[in-house]
């Protein structure tokens, strides 16, 4: 992916514009003052902190080489691809502005700041904590006018609301509004399942996993994993039934349903089904069968009887049937 070079300052943009011309028709190098040098890489610094605050060497690779290209009179003699000293000041540049934001109190940069750390970690470069590929928001502020101590409270409010039958909606919208303090709390203080469990348990739910992805990643979990399971369902099929031995005397009977069947649902459950199977583990661990029949549905006017007849659902074994 090619780094979009963004518009400098009127009167560097002038600048540059008549370097490029120049550099067109004698190939003259333009001389960079302090105050176009300060302008392009501070642009470029906001720009580049917008994709991702801790770049790597390769990220400021791009932009040097997407700078150079789209402003030809910025190269450098002597330099071996034209862009290495823009380079180096760019990661300057980010360290610097990164010192800034910190000062300022932003979340994301304070947490690694020596202070917020352990004794034993008290290193600056030790234990950065960085957001995972994909994590839009990965340690959002606490919404105006919160505090750790009023969002405790509230969480403590909401361990009483998840035994309250049919009450996913007001559980919904208490998750979303603390979303901070769960993700600082992950970031900071990484607790294992069993204590976020504990302090979090309404986030174990189907819905709230799903919405929980969402608020992190601003991408749906599901649409997202099915659409690409169906993408790539014939060459993961392809794969299975070239493996032989016991892992396809296994999958015999799945691959058999997978061919007989044109239902787009049992098709995925073939896939993951032979999946598990092939990484050499048992699919009753992950994934249970059964058969709903007579289930009663009741409302508080009426109490009907609907038949389900050769309904097959799919569940974690771990999730409250």
Request: charged share 25%; aromatic share 10%; hydrophobic share 35%.
């Amino acid at each position: 992916m090619e780094f979009q070079i963004p518009r400098f300052s009127y009167d560097t943009e002038l600048q540059l514009e008549k370097g490029n011309s120049e550099y067109q028709i004698s190939q003259k190098m333009l001389n960079v003052s302090s105050q176009i040098k300060s302008d392009i890489l501070n642009r470029l610094g906001e720009d580049i902190y917008q994709y991702k605050a801790y770049p790597e060497d390769a990220h400021f690779c791009i932009v040097a080489e997407a700078l150079v290209k789209r402003h030809p009179c910025l190269k450098e003699p002597g330099s071996f691809n034209g862009c290495y000293g823009w380079k180096q000041r760019l990661k300057y540049k980010m360290g610097n502005y990164r010192t800034q934001l910190k000062l300022q109190g932003c979340p994301e940069l304070s947490v690694n700041s020596l202070k917020s750390k352990a004794t034993t970690d008290a290193f600056p470069a030790k234990k950065v904590k960085r957001p995972k590929r994909a994590e839009a928001n990965f340690y959002p502020s606490f919404p105006v006018g919160e505090t750790l101590e009023s969002l405790e409270k509230e969480r403590l409010k909401l361990l009483s609301e998840v035994g309250i039958r049919n009450n996913e909606r007001v559980i919904a919208d208490k998750m979303a509004r603390r979303f901070a303090i769960r993700r600082q709390e992950v970031v900071n203080q990484e607790p294992s399942i069993k204590v976020f469990q504990d302090r979090w348990p309404a986030l174990f739910q189907q819905n709230e996993i799903n919405a929980e992805f969402q608020r992190l990643m601003t991408v749906s979990l599901e649409p997202k994993f099915m659409a690409q399971l169906d993408v790539y369902t014939s060459q993961l099929m392809r794969v299975v039934c070239a493996k032989g031995g016991a892992t396809h005397q296994k999958t015999a009977d799945i691959m058999a349903a997978f061919d007989q069947n044109e239902n787009i649902h049992l098709w995925r459950e073939c896939v993951l089904k032979t999946l598990i199977v092939y990484l050499g583990e048992d699919p009753d661990d992950l994934i249970k069968e059964y058969l709903v029949s007579n289930m009663h549905v009741g409302t508080s006017c009426q109490r009907d009887t609907e038949t389900f007849s050769d309904t097959r659902f799919l569940c974690c074994n771990n999730h409250n049937s």
